[in-house]
């Protein structure tokens, strides 16, 4: 009898233009990022990847299967292709090739009884339509900046602003990075589009973030955590994937990050562990396990690393 899954991620791997490699790219993608971080963290864990035939054969996909992530790809004629360029003023990313749709393929049984479900698109690849193949009882995370990026092929991408779907409606968990929305965007607005009871995670970088809890009529206070520091940043690429995976994790498995989490909310301070380890190495081989996270949470133990926040707007500053 196969094993119940735990969390089911989904979305398409892209591929990142990398000269010092000898294929000239390396696999990325938030849903490679996502998976590996649950599947180290210790959660039986699924994946519905979207492929090229370049990405379907990745030894990057061994990475993910070695830590005990059990895979399905799925055969694209076209997948993602992003050049990224990494300035003082933030990343620059060009799309190479946007890639198309991910379709709804069908699921092996032990994967439907999945306590969470994780929608990780990287170039608006994961329609509306997937909404309704979660079932209803299942918690829902959803990484939005995947959902806001404009691609034309040879063009910088260029943020999209935020629209209702169904996708989000549905989801619990939802995150997205300050980088991906105007500055001058109202929390408010943003958590009409949620419904009452999920969260919204906005990370700020080195500046820590923000997870705002949806009320009946609006958003009720929020918190502001501060961003774990890290020993040397060699690659951001995924941080906000791992960060958001591992904080869904402590959603359906609480004492994931110690026994006196069994009945908390969401551990802010795990993942923000999990996100600061990612950055300090290349690619996927950086996504860290929960022994090394439980390590730099002890080191943090003495920072005041959440407190509560009055933030309006994505753009507000942290430092205020």
């Known amino acids: 009898m196969a094993q119940r899954i735990e969390v089911v991620h989904v979305g398409s791997a892209c591929r990142d233009v990398d000269h010092d490699d000898p294929r000239g790219w390396r696999l990325g993608g938030g849903v490679t990022y996502a998976a590996l971080t649950t599947a180290r963290l210790g959660l039986r864990t699924a994946a519905v990847v979207g492929v090229d035939g370049p990405a379907g054969e990745g030894h990057e996909l061994d990475e993910l299967r070695a830590a005990g992530v059990d895979l399905l790809l799925v055969a694209l004629p076209e997948g993602p292709v992003y050049h990224n360029v ?77 629209e209702p779907s169904s996708l989000l409606r549905r989801a619990d968990l939802v995150g997205v990075s300050h980088h991906d929305l105007d500055p001058a965007t109202s929390i408010r607005d943003l958590t009409r589009l949620l419904h ?71 551990d802010l301070r795990f993942a923000a562990a999990a996100g600061s380890l990612v950055v300090e190495g290349p690619g996927l081989s950086a996504v860290p396990d929960r022994a090394a996270v439980n390590v730099r949470l002890v080191r943090e133990r003495v920072r005041r690393a959440i407190r509560p926040s009055t933030d309006t707007h994505v753009g507000e500053d942290p430092s205020v």
């Open 86 to 162: 990494e300035t003082a003023s933030g990343r620059v990313q060009t799309c190479i090739q946007p890639g198309v749709e991910l379709p709804i393929v069908p699921l092996p049984g032990s994967w439907l009884g999945a306590a969470a479900w994780s929608m990780v698109p990287v170039a608006g690849e994961i329609g509306d339509a997937w909404a309704a193949v979660v079932p209803p009882t299942a918690f829902v995370g959803l990484a939005w900046q995947g959902l806001l990026r404009r691609l034309v092929s040879g063009e910088r991408v260029t943020p999209r602003p935020p």
């Open 196 to 266: 009452p009871g999920a969260q919204l995670l906005v990370t700020r970088g080195d500046h820590g973030g923000l997870l705002v809890t949806v009320g009946p009529d609006g958003t009720s206070p929020s918190q502001r955590y501060l961003p774990t520091p890290t020993y040397r940043e060699v690659d951001p690429t995924g941080a906000g994937d791992t960060f958001l995976a591992a904080l869904l994790a402590t959603a359906i498995r609480p004492n994931i990050a110690g026994r006196h989490r069994a009945r908390r909310p969401l």
